[in-house]
């Protein structure tokens, strides 16, 4: 299928997922300046019986006209062409280049209140928009929500799943029998995998979708009550209780009992006051409470894993009814456990009194002060032009510290942590504001070294979408100024934005996951 035009016009470069359905790619329009790339989705009738393609290619035409009408909307991928080529069919959409929310959501860890609240916020107002068109998504999941690089936002994308609401007609059993029980398991309601989806089975559906993103925890692996039908997913995370009163309506059991429109949920959550602090994090549930099967096979991620989903990917899925299906969604999930695998210390050299394993830490969540109150001391920072292939950056840091332990600020935050986080700071400000260049992920490679260069602590390399992923967790802060030598010039005073560490939940996951680091080389 590479290279194939089709329609005269769409030309395949790159296969981005199959299904039972047919496949997705990513095409050039060869009829616009530039050759513009788009998402050019397959869809493969099962049967070429006569009867099943004329509902076949009913339903193409359904679903091509309900996006034509849903992509005046910027949060939703516009549709460019649809057409029949020997009795398959082609949807041509706009690419969404960004992050999948299942590569964002850090692996056995969670986002934080503040990302999920936005998270929400862009879905609902999505969806206000859908359900004012009187449609139902039908499969809200995190693969299916893309943050946009370009403006931070998140995308709706795979409408192959829409149920448009309309009168009865003759034909609309033959229908039903082709469209019903669509959806992922764990992220459906009862209504929806009985064939029969309503608005608030979206709300229940992206509910459940934020619950993932707090707990980093599957639903289908969620605890529940019995006496209720309840999911008790409070244990596992820290979120303030008007959040969790809000996303405990959304995921009732029962239509009835949930929000009626996601206009009522975009009220209720404008009603929280930002600043209500979050529980602690000495309440969150220990890993090894979490109900995950002891069958579970479990995915490690390496260094060089698949980088984050840069377009949408189409997927569909038919539950018959009376029966449960289990799915896991594919895709890579990038979170802190992968960002910090691909730093590395190097323990051929010790410093006095000191271990590069970062010894273990005493959490008291009480720190005294903030990094704007004191001044973290860098002998050099350099960074060097980048080089193709590859787009590396070479760079290098260097800390007059003989022992790195020492706390920097507050009562947990130690200068070896401050220099993990100045690498990551800079290089999301020189080299990886835009994670690719021509399709090619960029990097930065660190060498670090303290005792003013004479101890060399580790080479980092440090993947750009590693790097977007950390500042998306933790969010940007208050600019630093920093000396940096670029290209071997003099050095130069930068304003350079510093990860936001302030805070208990922050400073404490932060901390947890830099202990895991491990030498490269």
Not at 432 to 448: F, I, Q
Request: proline share 9%; aromatic share 8%; charged share 20%.
């Amino acid at each position: 299928m590479l290279d194939t035009l089709l329609d005269g016009r769409y030309k395949i470069i790159k296969t981005l997922s199959k299904g039972g359905f047919g496949q997705t790619y990513i095409a050039e329009d060869t009829r616009r300046p530039g050759c513009p790339q788009c998402v050019v989705k397959h869809l493969r009738p099962a049967s070429q019986d006569t009867q099943f393609l004329q509902v076949s290619r009913r339903l193409f035409t359904k679903e091509a006209e309900i996006l034509e009408k849903l992509g005046q909307n910027p949060q939703i991928p516009q549709l460019l062409a649809y057409f029949e080529i020997e009795r398959e069919f082609y949807l041509v959409q706009e690419l969404i280049v960004g992050t999948a929310l299942s590569d964002e959501i850090p692996h056995k860890s969670h986002l934080s209140e503040t990302a999920v609240r936005k998270l929400l916020q862009d879905v609902l107002t999505t969806l206000v928009f859908v359900h004012g068109h009187q449609v139902i998504h039908r499969d809200i999941k995190p693969s299916n929500l893309i943050r946009r690089w370009s403006d931070d936002r998140y995308v709706l994308i795979d409408f192959g799943a829409v149920k448009e609401i309309q009168a009865p007609r003759q034909d609309s059993s033959e229908l039903s029998q082709i469209t019903i029980g669509i959806g992922t398991h764990g992220y459906m309601p009862a209504e929806q995998i009985a064939g029969r989806p309503r608005f608030s089975s979206d709300l229940y559906a992206l509910g459940m979708v934020a619950i993932r993103a707090l707990t980093g925890i599957e639903p289908t692996h969620l605890p529940e009550d019995p006496t209720t039908g309840e999911l008790n997913w409070h244990a596992y995370t820290a979120v303030s209780p008007d959040l969790v009163q809000i996303l405990n309506r959304m995921t009732l059991p029962h239509f009835s009992q949930r929000y009626s429109s996601a206009q009522e949920v975009l009220q209720d959550l404008q009603r929280i006051d930002a600043t209500v602090p979050p529980v602690p994090p000495a309440a969150i549930a220990p890993r090894d409470r979490v109900p995950t099967p002891v069958d579970l096979p479990r995915t490690e991620f390496p260094p060089t894993a698949t980088p984050p989903t840069i377009a949408h990917v189409d997927s569909e899925i038919v539950l018959p009814p009376g029966r449960s299906l289990w799915l896991r969604a594919g895709g890579m999930m990038l979170g802190l456990a992968a960002i910090f695998s691909a730093f590395r210390l190097n323990p051929s050299k010790t410093l006095p009194q000191q271990s590069l394993q970062p010894p273990p830490l005493t959490l008291d969540y009480s720190p005294a002060l903030t990094r704007q109150d004191v001044v973290i001391p860098f002998t050099q920072i350099s960074l060097e032009p980048a080089k193709a292939p590859g787009y590396e950056r070479f760079a290098s840091l260097s800390v007059p510290d003989t022992d790195t332990t020492h706390l920097a600020f507050g009562s947990q935050i130690r200068r070896y942590d401050v220099h993990i986080a100045k690498m990551i700071e800079l290089s999301h400000y020189f080299h990886c504001m835009d994670p690719y260049a021509n399709g090619v992920e960029k990097a930065v490679v660190w060498d670090y070294r303290a005792d003013s260069g004479r101890v060399k602590m580790g080479v980092f390399r440090l993947r750009c979408t590693q790097v977007k992923e950390t500042v998306a967790i933790y969010g940007l802060g208050p600019p630093e100024p920093t000396d940096v030598r670029l290209g071997g010039q003099n050095p130069q005073s930068f304003e350079v934005p510093t990860l936001t560490l302030q805070g208990d939940w922050k400073v404490s996951h932060f901390l947890n996951f830099v202990q895991t680091l491990k030498p490269e080389r």
